[in-house]
């Protein structure tokens, strides 16, 4: 069972109509519905955000999650310091984390980080063309690599102020002559840690097939590799398994 939680902050659907119309069930509602036609079974997704108890990622919330998406935008600062604290003990124990367009600015994935994650950007609804670094990597796989366009995007530009990912799979040019490493994966601890940056609140990007295979691949990536990150720890071990020769 992989189970999945997407975390959405939730506020630009409430405040402007035009998101409304593109993600009438809120972005993490669209996440959640391509993920449930794209990644085999058996799966589990649950939704939450900003205005939940404890944001919705309590510690039980947290332990019976193995991939954490993240999506937020306007209002990272009012994240309880707590709540990112106990998300980001349980990336290093292993819970997978997909930080997706403006994650990049959450407190979550700028204390993984450990840098303040800060990049160029520019919202003129310009062309984007995603290019292929690593077509081999699991994330890649199932799309067509001469095809990851979209018409309209937010340019993310260099420098982006992350330290040197552990894999870069793809780079992004834009119409206004940019590039973005947009697509790379860290590890942190025992968890495995995806940042994907298409995804501007005031485009339909999340409804594109191709975005959507690119997403449910990272979470299929990024699940724990440990059966059961609870039970990992110190065990005694009373009975050697090989016998002592003094």
């Known amino acids: 069972m992989l189970r999945i939680t997407i975390w959405n902050e939730g506020l630009h659907e409430l405040q402007n109509e035009t998101v409304r119309g593109h993600y009438p069930d809120r972005i993490d509602g669209c996440l959640a519905n391509a993920l449930a ?8 997704i649950r939704r939450c955000g900003l205005d939940d108890p404890e944001h919705g990622l309590s510690q039980d919330v947290l332990a019976d ?26 990336v290093l124990d292993g819970m997978g984390l997909i930080a997706l367009h403006s994650a990049h600015a959450s407190k979550l994935f700028q204390s993984l980080m450990g840098t303040g994650c800060m990049l160029r950007w ?22 067509d690599h001469q095809r990851m366009t979209l ?36 590890r942190r601890g025992y968890g495995r840690i995806v940042y994907f940056s298409p995804g501007h609140e005031l485009y339909p990007i999340y ?40």
């Not at 520019?122 to 890649?140: C, N, Y």
């Open 65 to 90: 999650t193995d991939v954490l998406l993240w999506w937020g935008h306007l209002a990272h600062d009012r994240v309880d310091d707590r709540v990112v604290q106990a998300a980001k003990e349980h």
């Open 151 to 186: 018409d309209i995007s937010e340019m993310y530009g260099e420098p982006f102020d992350i330290p040197p990912p552990d894999e870069l799979l793809a780079i992004s040019w834009f119409a206004g002559g940019e590039v973005f490493r947009s697509c790379c994966t860290f």
């Open 122 to 143: 520019r919202d003129s609804g310009e062309r984007e063309r995603m290019s292929v670094i690593d077509p081999g990597h699991p994330i890649m796989a199932g799309l």
């Open 207 to 246: 409804h594109v097939p191709w975005v959507q295979q690119v997403i449910s691949n990272a979470c299929l990536w990024a699940r724990p590799s440990w059966p059961d990150r609870r039970s990992r720890g110190a065990v005694h071990v009373p009975q050697p398994t090989e016998p002592v020769i003094l």
């Open 37 to 44: 036609r794209r990644l085999p079974q058996p799966h589990s």
